[in-house]
């Protein structure tokens, strides 16, 4: 059984369109994240959310929401897309009090041209 | 801007030999350390994590830390080529969220 799945795995897109990427976790976590990884690997935190608040790294542009619809899923949604949002996209979970133990997705390669 | 430093690489180690990766850290305040590995295409997974000034050992790996040095380090004894992948240090910050280095590449050759 995957524990954390996100979809699509590729998304392939045009500049200025808006799309979401997909995420479930089935290990029980309270505690949801998206990160993205840059061309130089770079993996730097977006969101981190549980069901009291959301905490948002403030570098990254309102463009970018996360929706989370119960526990078990974070989906994150990009508006306007730009060449500078090609990366690859991780989501996380884990339990709010093992914050360090995260779990990733296997990730999604967001391509925008 | 909390930052956590790592040498990119690639460190090249032939199989045996032990690999040593390091990490600095600039928020003097931090009090929890972790150790990723990432395998090409793959997401990272936790291997290692470490809270006091000394070493812990989980079979192969040992990490070290300094915290008057703010410095963090994985030993990897009796390297295999199975343990080429990117090693990704982080630091617990505020809100609990993870801050990532971005990674040394450790290339393993039989």
């Known amino acids: 059984d995957t524990a954390v799945s996100q979809t699509p795995k590729y998304l392939v897109t045009q500049m200025g369109n808006d799309k979401s990427i997909k995420c479930e976790q089935n290990?029980?976590?309270?505690?949801m994240y998206w990160y993205k990884q840059d061309s130089k690997k770079f993996l730097k935190i977006m969101f981190s959310?549980?069901?009291?608040?959301?905490?948002i790294n403030e570098t990254v542009p309102n463009r970018f929401s996360p929706k989370s619809p119960d526990k078990a899923h974070l989906n994150l949604h990009i508006n306007s897309l730009e060449l500078g949002d090609s990366a690859v996209y991780f989501c996380?979970?884990?339990?709010?009090?093992?914050?360090?133990?995260?779990?990733f997705g296997p990730g999604t390669r967001l391509t925008v041209t | 801007q909390k930052e956590v430093e790592q040498n990119s690489g690639p460190l090249s180690v032939p199989e045996g030999a032990i690999a040593s990766l390091n990490c600095t850290y600039s928020?003097?305040?931090?009090?929890?350390f972790f150790w990723y590995r990432q395998y090409s295409g793959k997401s990272p997974e936790l291997i290692m994590s470490?809270?006091?000034?000394g070493d812990k050992e989980d079979g192969r790996f040992t990490a070290q830390l300094n915290k008057a040095s703010q410095y963090v380090s994985l030993l990897i004894r009796d390297s295999q080529p199975s343990d080429s992948a990117t090693y990704l240090c982080a630091v617990m910050g505020r809100y609990s969220t993870l801050t990532f280095g971005k990674g040394t590449m450790l290339l393993v050759s039989p």
């Open positions: 290990l029980g976590h309270d505690t």
């Open positions: 928020d003097r305040g931090s009090q929890s």
């Open positions: 959310y549980n069901n009291k608040e959301l905490i």
């Open positions: 470490i809270y006091s000034n």
């Open positions: 996380a979970s884990s339990q709010t009090d093992r914050a360090y133990e995260q779990y």
